[in-house]
Nanobody
C-alpha cells in the first residue's frame, strides 16, 4: 500500500501562486507515476498532470499547461507549483499514485482545498 498526504492549499488572489505538496510513504518502490487531480463544486474530478517516477516525464492537462509545474524530490514528495492562478482553478486538489502493474491510479490522498479569488 501507498499512503499519500497533501498539503499547501489555501486562499490566493487571481494571478498569484501556490505550491502543493504530496508526501508518499509505504511501498513507494512500487510507484510507476503520481498525479494531481482536482474537483470543483458540482463538477467531475479532472486530471491536472502527472509525473513518472522512473524518468521524471511529465504530462499536463491543456487547461494548466504553461502555468503549473509538477516535480518530485528524492524524499518521495511530489509538488505542484501553480502560477498565474485563475478563479476557475478553485477546487479540491488530490494526489494519486499509480503502482506498477495497476490498471489505473489506486492510491489517493485526502485532498487539499485551493480557492482563487477574483
Amino acid at each position: 500500500q501507498v499512503q499519500l498526504v497533501e498539503s499547501g492549499g489555501g486562499l490566493v488572489q487571481a494571478g498569484g501562486s501556490l505550491r502543493l505538496s504530496c508526501a508518499a510513504s509505504g511501498r513507494t518502490v512500487y510507484i510507476y507515476a503520481t498525479g494531481w487531480f482536482r474537483q470543483a463544486p458540482g463538477k467531475e474530478r479532472e486530471f491536472v498532470g502527472s509525473i513518472r517516477w522512473p524518468g521524471g516525464n511529465t504530462v499536463y492537462a491543456d487547461s494548466v499547461k504553461g502555468r503549473f509545474t509538477i516535480s518530485r524530490d528524492r524524499q518521495n514528495t511530489m509538488y505542484l507549483q501553480m502560477n498565474s492562478l485563475k478563479p476557475e482553478d478553485t477546487a479540491v486538489y488530490y494526489c494519486a499514485a499509480h503502482r506498477i502493474g495497476a490498471a489505473d491510479y489506486d492510491s489517493w490522498g485526502q485532498g487539499t482545498q485551493v480557492i482563487v479569488s477574483s
